[in-house]
């Protein structure tokens, strides 16, 4: 195999390609990405037995070939190369990789031995704006659980795509993220749980400015999504989610208009007093058109207002400080309306007008301040 393209490109496709290599199991097949020729063209591809990314790259391809090389051994090796051109040539499992003055002679492993990709056959597509996309997932992966401690289908996030709208859903047990958008689709109607991980992932790679549509192909087990000239192939989680239409309050007995940044802010001024051991806990009250938000620790004391519109019940309520601060930044829009039905029901941050997008924030238990 030989073949010669631009170093830059090739630095950048490895490099998102190296986020799809095994980094926790110690096989040297998956540690390296696997690179084809073809007439023109050259693909790499990186996989860890849970998802993997592809992409193609144009090249001058002097004798097509495959081989396996180890992706941070690569990747090193192109972030350090100034020249415009790289030329890398094999024989057999010997690799030279030539830019400029510098040439590197390594090791690769066979391309047969490199593990074989799921493939979704008989899938339902359907294409997304890919700016659209972006911000829904952006507004809901947030509240997607990090671990298995609690449910494994919670960290995943779920996708609803019914007649002309798509739902796409967050929960980690503690919080919950709604967002629902119009979209031209007239199929059969789709529900799937995409690992954390691999949405992360996926964001990554798109534009958040592009009105380009991104194509998802969902299989029974799998899904594609196809950004750009990536490919990405993940599993999907198996499992019963979590019925999470019955956690949203039907009731509320206030309602608060308040101004998102002025939210934020008000938080963020009682951390300096928070220890990172206590659950970041602070204590909010709603009352007179305003909100009073507080705090004591070993650290200290702080109490801070901002105004709020409020109608209806006095409320005194307990938070997690950065749980209310990932809802409120979620959010798209400068205003946004709290509904509150109590000290122990979970809060509900919506837009001003409409659902387009629904937080949720379980309360906690609040201490005695004296």
């Known amino acids: ?9 090739l630095n950048v496709a490895c490099n998102n390609v190296l986020r799809a290599v095994s980094a926790k199991v110690t096989i040297p097949t998956i540690e390296g990405i696997l690179i084809e020729c073809g007439s023109d063209t050259l693909s790499l591809t990186g996989y860890d037995f849970e998802f993997g990314i592809n992409t193609i790259l144009k090249a001058e391809v002097v004798d097509a070939g495959a081989i396996i ?8 090796i192109l972030r350090k190369l100034s020249d415009e051109l790289i030329t890398i040539e094999t024989n057999g499992t010997a690799v030279s990789i030539i830019s400029g003055a510098a040439q590197y002679n390594i090791t690769g492993i066979d391309a047969d031995d490199y593990p074989e990709l799921p493939s979704v056959n008989g899938g339902q597509n359907i294409e997304l704006n890919q700016k659209l996309l972006h ?3 952006t507004q809901t992966v947030f509240a997607v659980a990090d671990n298995e401690s609690s449910r494994p289908m919670c960290t995943g996030l779920k996708f609803d795509i019914t007649s002309n709208e798509i739902t796409l859903v967050g929960v980690d047990g503690f919080r919950l993220a709604i967002r629902k958008e119009p979209v031209s689709y007239n199929g059969e109607d789709l529900t799937f749980i995409v690992p954390k991980k691999t ?6 790679l798109m534009n958040p400015e592009s009105d380009e549509n991104i194509r998802i192909n ?3 087990r799998h899904i594609i999504f196809e950004v750009e000239n990536y490919s990405v ?11 999470y239409r019955t956690a949203i309050p039907e009731t509320i007995s206030t309602t608060v208009l308040i101004n998102t940044n002025d939210a934020v802010n008000c938080i963020e001024r009682t951390l300096p007093v928070i220890e990172n051991n206590q659950k970041n806990p602070i204590r909010c009250l709603f009352e007179n058109d305003q909100l009073r938000v507080s705090t004591v620790s070993s650290l ?3 109490i801070d207002y901002t105004h709020a519109n409020t109608q209806g019940d006095r409320v005194e309520i307990g938070f997690n400080s950065k749980y209310m601060i990932d809802a409120f930044n979620a959010a798209d829009t400068d205003e946004v309306r709290i509904e509150l039905a109590g000290p122990v029901s979970p809060v509900k941050i919506m837009p001003i007008e ?7 924030v379980l309360p906690m238990r609040l201490k005695n301040e004296n």
């Open 300 to 302: 200290g004391r702080v």
């Open 69 to 76: 090389i180890n992706a941070k051994i690569l990747c090193d």
């Open 135 to 137: 911000s829904m997932i």
């Open 218 to 220: 969902i299989g029974r």
């Open 199 to 204: 949405i992360k992932e996926v964001i990554k």
């Open 233 to 243: 192939i993940s599993r999907l989680l198996e499992g019963e989610f979590l019925d």
């Open 1 to 9: 195999m030989k073949f010669i393209c631009n170093t830059k490109e």
């Open 354 to 360: 409409g659902n387009s997008f629904i937080f949720l």
